[in-house]
């Protein structure tokens, strides 16, 4: 009996450290309730890196001379420092992740995003980050 009971919390321990990290191999990060929102978490050689993606805006910024790819809809904080608007070739949009309800928050690697049905606030350790939003966005 003994056995038996040690082999099922060996199995269960398995399990779940399988499921573990399965979950941790697919990307970090959310999406808002809308899914007009996702942001992603990256650590490239322990340098914290927090980019939101925003599918549809009202209004789209004019794109710098200097940028030949798209401008406007995504946007880059580091763990330390403010917060820009990114000319990209990519985007972090991604089915997979998971939604951040209204009125939920979600934290890792020294920021914070709150989801609230006027769009997603993050921000970095040092308060500086950006607000996302349909009708308006804006870098802090």
Not at 6 to 15: D, E, R
Request: glycine share 8%.
């Amino acid at each position: 009996m003994m056995m038996r009971t040690l082999a099922m919390l060996f199995a269960l321990s398995v399990l779940t450290f399988a499921a573990t990290s399965r979950a941790q191999t697919g990307p970090i990060g959310f999406q808002s309730p809308s899914k007009n929102i996702a942001c992603q978490y990256f650590d490239y050689d322990k340098q914290n890196i927090l980019r939101c993606d925003i599918a549809a805006m009202e209004t789209k910024p004019r794109r710098p001379a200097d940028c030949d790819l798209d401008y406007g809809g995504a946007f880059e904080v580091n763990a330390k420092g403010p917060a820009m608007r990114l000319c990209h070739g990519d985007t972090v949009m991604n089915k997979s992740l998971p939604v951040l309800g209204y009125g939920e928050v979600w934290q890792r690697g020294g920021f914070t995003c709150k989801s609230e049905q006027a769009g997603i606030t993050c921000f970095n350790a040092d308060r500086r980050g950006f607000s996302l939003a349909r009708s308006k966005q804006e870098v802090f």
